[in-house]
């Protein structure tokens, strides 16, 4: 008996709980809210690669016009609540849009997802 609860005693020793490195790959940075000039700075610098189309990128004037668009429409703090909005409101214009316009913005909903989360 005093074996087995020498045993049990032991099992615990010498394990180390793995760090949590959760790091938030978006604009955010683990912040809940930031300045709506700085995230549309950091959409404008980016690279402009489009997730899930094989490497396309976005011109430099495709990222500013983007980065305008949503600076321009969605107040001076960008939270989770704009990021709901901005969402929503691209959702419902892809609905609207036809063709290349429809595929368009897809890409700019993906590249968005990217950089400021779902």
């Given at each position: 008996?005093?074996?087995?609860?020498?045993?049990?005693?032991?099992?615990?020793?010498?394990?180390?709980?793995?760090?949590?490195?959760?790091?938030?790959?978006?604009?955010?940075?683990?912040?809940?809210?930031?300045?709506?000039?700085?995230a549309?700075?950091?959409?404008?610098?980016?690279?402009?690669?489009?997730?899930?189309?094989?490497?396309?990128?976005?011109?430099?004037?495709?990222m500013?016009?983007?980065?305008?668009?949503?600076?321009?429409?969605?107040?001076?703090?960008?939270?989770?609540?704009?990021?709901?909005?901005?969402?929503?409101?691209?959702?419902?214009?892809?609905?609207?849009?036809?063709?290349?316009?429809?595929?368009?913005?897809?890409?700019?909903?993906r590249?968005?997802?990217?950089?400021?989360?779902?």
């Amino acid at each position: 008996m005093a074996l087995k609860d020498a045993k049990q005693g032991l099992s615990g020793q010498g394990k180390v709980a793995p760090k949590s490195t959760s790091t938030d790959k978006t604009i955010f940075g683990g912040k809940k809210e930031i300045p709506m000039r700085d995230a549309a700075w950091k959409i404008k610098k980016d690279p402009g690669t489009i997730p899930g189309t094989g490497g396309q990128m976005f011109s430099r004037q495709e990222m500013s016009r983007l980065a305008d668009k949503i600076s321009k429409k969605y107040g001076s703090q960008l939270g989770q609540n704009e990021r709901s909005k901005i969402f929503r409101d691209f959702r419902a214009e892809k609905g609207r849009a036809k063709g290349a316009d429809k595929l368009n913005i897809e890409r700019q909903i993906r590249f968005l997802e990217k950089k400021i989360g779902k």
